[in-house]
């Protein structure tokens, strides 16, 4: 592939050929963030976060280069790196708590049937029950290939791994393609959350959706959630689970071990230590 540089910020500018030696390098690090159970306070699992962590340039966000990975064939690789490297590390936490779920993101393009194999390979290896396994994907990787990524999903779900729509509202997928996906949990795009203590319709739209995951028996987590209003309001409207900086930034493992530990988010077997705070 051609190693020039892409519409990167100034900030940052990624070439692909960086991007290979990373992998092989070992600069990739994952960060956790966690999923919280805002019903019972419960920490209700982790997403896995890619970082790449750049000799010269830091610390590097998957925003920054994912669609790099995308655009030159390293997303297969990227991705079963992060797999191999999320069940390893918090393998040892699902088999102690089995309601804790591992959360990893697919990109469009690698749902095609060979990544089932990959990914069943994958929960083997590590010793993770696939039912402790979450894969997020997007609207749109989905719509890119509808026919193919229904295929590969079903036969995903038919292996008890759990499926999620992530950025839910943000794409271009139509509801008769929604009622087909053998998903588990609806992911609100975190645009809808942001604002939506003061933007009436987000917070129509935030309502809407958990109408929806509702009546399709889905598990609705609500992203982006940055401070106490939003969230006690979404406890409020019903929404049971919930991600975002309030509750705690990606972070390292270790740090991730330390929170499950001190947060006032019991982890999954213990009652919860303290109600919410406004701290
Ligand atoms: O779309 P996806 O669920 O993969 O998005 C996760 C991204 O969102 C991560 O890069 C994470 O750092 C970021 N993120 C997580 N919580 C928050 C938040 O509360 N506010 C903002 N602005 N970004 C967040
Ligand atoms: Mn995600």
Not at 253 to 263: G, K, M, N, V
Request: aromatic residues 8%; charged residues 25%; proline residues 5%.
């Amino acid at each position: 592939a051609e190693s020039s540089p892409r519409d990167q910020p100034a900030r940052v500018r990624i070439f692909d050929y960086e991007l290979e030696e990373a992998i092989s390098r070992n600069e990739l690090q994952l960060y956790y963030q966690p999923k919280v159970n805002l019903a019972t306070q419960t920490i209700s699992g982790v997403e896995a976060l890619v970082r790449w962590n750049h000799p010269e340039k830091g610390m590097i966000n998957p925003d920054d280069f994912i669609h790099i990975a995308e655009e030159n064939a390293l997303i297969l690789p990227l991705t079963l790196w992060t797999l191999n490297a999320a069940l390893r590390q918090s393998a040892f936490i699902c088999n102690r708590h089995k309601n804790f779920l591992v959360a990893v993101n697919l990109s469009a393009g690698i749902l095609d049937k060979d990544i089932v194999d990959l990914v069943m390979g994958a929960v083997h290896t590590w010793d993770v029950p696939p039912h402790q396994l979450v894969l997020e994907v997007t609207e749109n990787a989905i719509m890119e290939q509808p026919e193919t990524c229904l295929r590969t999903l079903n036969q995903l779900r038919s292996h008890n791994i759990i499926l999620s729509i992530d950025d839910f509202g943000t794409g271009y997928s139509s509801f008769s393609y929604l009622k087909r996906l053998p998903v588990q949990e609806l992911k609100i795009d975190q645009s809808f959350v942001k604002d939506m203590i003061h933007n009436v319709d987000d917070a129509h739209i935030v309502q809407a959706m958990l109408y929806l995951g509702r009546t399709f028996g889905l598990k609705v987590i609500a992203e982006g959630i940055e401070d106490w209003d939003t969230l006690d309001r979404l406890a409020t409207m019903g929404c049971d689970h919930g991600q975002g900086y309030y509750i705690a930034r990606p972070m390292p493992f270790e740090e991730l071990l330390e929170w499950i530990e001190t947060s006032g988010w019991a982890d999954t077997d213990t009652p919860a230590k303290r109600a919410y705070s406004q701290g």
